[in-house]
């Protein structure tokens, strides 16, 4: 069973419009997660990372929380752009790298 | 920089014959990583090289997949031979900082789309 989950599985919204991204994870220990954007047919690039002690952060328009209590994190993306469609992928690092199956986005106009 | 480059991007062979991949990091990269995604499923673990060396190889799914990393620079994967459930996109990553569980973000290529017919 893998131990980072994604929900949804996909997404549809309009342009414009915001929406969140949710991450469950049950690897332990923890050392960091990162959400990771991936769009078609390129590799993974990284928006955000936390550690531990960190609850939110952000990046432009895309804003990461954390909550280590219940091993569960969000990407809110904000305002959202045609160039957002792509798939997200949540890592959780321990001693090795564990990756969600990601969530795929599509912004409509 | 130069980022992560992977060559080639596409890949289409029949069943029984040999494909290898290839990886070129960002220079300065100690650390160089190969995954797979399958449809549908997440992206996994094969290997890990440091430098020239294997750190982890754990991940790779049994001895028809070789890896190499000669002289700590580029790195090859070579599937021999190859079956038709090694289907799926190979992404090589690069990071600096020490192992697995250090703060360095992974840079992924754009990956190598294997077909096995």
């Known amino acids: 069973k893998n131990q980072v989950e994604q929900s949804p599985q996909s997404l549809i919204i309009l342009e414009g419009k915001n929406c969140t991204l949710q991450c469950n994870y049950t690897v332990s220990p923890f050392s960091n997660l990162r959400w990771y954007k991936q769009d078609t047919g390129r590799g993974p690039v990284s928006l955000t990372i936390?550690?531990?002690?960190?609850n939110t952060k952000s990046n432009g328009r895309y804003t990461a929380t954390l909550d280590a209590d219940t091993k569960q994190s969000s990407l809110h993306i904000t305002a959202s752009q045609l160039s957002d469609s792509a798939s997200y992928i949540c890592?959780?690092?321990?001693?090795?790298?564990?990756f969600g199956k990601g969530t795929r986005l599509h912004i409509l106009p | 920089e130069a980022g992560v480059t992977q060559f080639p991007s596409h890949s289409v062979i029949e069943k029984g014959q040999t494909v290898t991949l290839r990886c070129d990091p960002i220079s300065g990269h100690d650390n160089l990583y190969w995954y797979r995604r399958v449809m549908g499923k997440e992206i996994k673990f094969l290997l890990h090289f440091v430098k020239e060396s294997k750190q982890d190889e754990s991940g790779m799914p049994n001895n028809r997949f070789l890896a190499e990393r000669t002289g700590g620079t580029y790195s090859t994967l070579k599937v021999q031979p190859a079956e038709l459930e090694d289907s799926g996109v190979y992404f090589c990553a690069s990071s600096q900082g020490a192992g697995t569980g250090g703060l360095s973000p992974l840079h992924f290529g754009n990956g190598t789309r294997l077909t096995v017919t």
């Open positions: 936390m550690t531990f002690s960190e």
């Open positions: 890592v959780v690092r321990d001693d090795k790298i564990i």
